[in-house]
């Protein structure tokens, strides 16, 4: 499926020790849902430079404008207009920290899950992945 392959995107680990990645539960959240934000903002508005700001050298090698404009086109046609977010937390797996967020979307009554992985190694730190999760996104 094509927008599985678009909305998977890189996940590369990083392997650190966890008290490296773990950090401060609160730092964390700022931080994830910070990036979110942004992401969502250029999403909305076309943004790919914004899109691709927090992204890991990988992630942005992996995602050139074609395919942001076919995510941009997936998730409005889908789930219709980005209305809002809440972060509901996160873990540590293989070095990475994954933030996972509950979403709201015009077109969609169901909860949408994003989960959005951090290399927190860097600072600032660099997304090295994210995932859209709905059944509205399998149609």
């Known amino acids: ?22 950090g401060d539960s609160e730092q964390i959240k ?3 849902t910070a990036a979110l934000e942004r992401i969502m903002q250029a999403i909305s508005e076309g943004d790919y430079v914004l899109y691709t700001r927090d ?23 889908s789930l219709g207009k980005f209305k809002s977010v809440q972060y509901l937390g996160s873990y540590v797996q293989y070095g990475s ?13 169901e909860d949408v899950l994003i989960r959005l992985v951090l ?8 997304i090295t992945g994210l995932w859209f999760d709905s059944p509205a996104l399998e149609k």
């Open 55 to 77: 992204f890991s050298k990988q992630m942005k090698d992996s995602q050139g404008r074609e395919p942001f404009l076919q995510l941009q086109s997936n998730l409005q046609r």
């Open 119 to 126: 290399n927190r190694k860097k600072s600032p730190p660099h």
């Open 1 to 22: 499926m094509l927008l599985a392959l678009i909305l998977m995107l890189v996940v590369l680990p990083c392997f650190t020790d966890a008290a490296e990645v773990g």
């Open 30 to 32: 700022d931080q994830a």
């Open 97 to 109: 920290t994954i933030a996972l967020f509950k979403a709201r979307f015009s077109k969609e009554k």
